[in-house]
């Protein structure tokens, strides 16, 4: 497993080793000792989530303000453009993004530490999106940041309006956001 470290502090992009030839292809999707290894963290994870979106479904940007969840995220099926907000005000990234294409093709996970929203853009007719978590869905603290916050500026790769849930819609902005400190 190979990690680089990206822009926004704890940010970490996982390349796994992948061993294929004519029948296919096998690889460890999640092994603790590896993870470890490769990224310096020690993490827990508590749950594991599975969603399935159509092209243009726009998800996000997500985040629990109590019980926060740091995520390991990946595609199985399809291609997304995924994409996390840093809300730590202490941070020196507070309030920026970075995105990236995560599909089954590439088979890249990203490593996203407690403090950030999350949220993504399937590019592909279908994706399949997992991701581990290190703590437990907590609906009472979920939060929504608005997906085209102006002042965050996020370059989302859209043909079109995407399609959002109801929440989504009535997010805020970072100005209005609850955050971390």
């Known amino acids: 497993m190979q990690a ?14 992948v061993f294929g030839d004519a029948r296919g292809f096998f690889f460890e999707s999640y092994n603790r000792r590896a993870f470890r290894a490769a990224t310096g963290l020690d993490v827990d994870f508590v749950q594991d989530n599975h969603s399935k979106s159509a092209k243009g479904v726009l998800r996000g940007l997500h985040y629990q303000v109590r019980q926060a969840q740091g995520k390991l995220v990946r595609v199985v099926q399809g291609e997304v453009f995924d994409v996390v907000v840093d809300l730590r ?9 970075q995105g990236l294409v995560l599909s089954a093709a590439n088979k890249r996970q990203l490593w996203i530490p407690p403090g950030f929203a999350h949220g993504f853009l399937t590019l592909s007719d279908t994706a399949e999106f997992l991701y581990k978590t290190t703590d437990y869905y907590a609906p ?42």
């Open 4 to 17: 680089t470290a990206l822009d926004l502090a704890g940010l970490i992009l996982l390349e796994p080793q």
């Open 140 to 181: 009472e603290y979920e939060r929504c940041l608005a997906w085209n916050d102006p002042q965050v500026g996020i370059r989302w790769p859209l043909e079109g309006a995407p399609l959002l849930s109801a929440k989504d819609q009535q997010a805020p902005g970072l100005e209005h956001a609850e955050v971390f400190p």
């Open 89 to 97: 005000r202490a941070s020196p990234t507070f309030g920026r993004w």
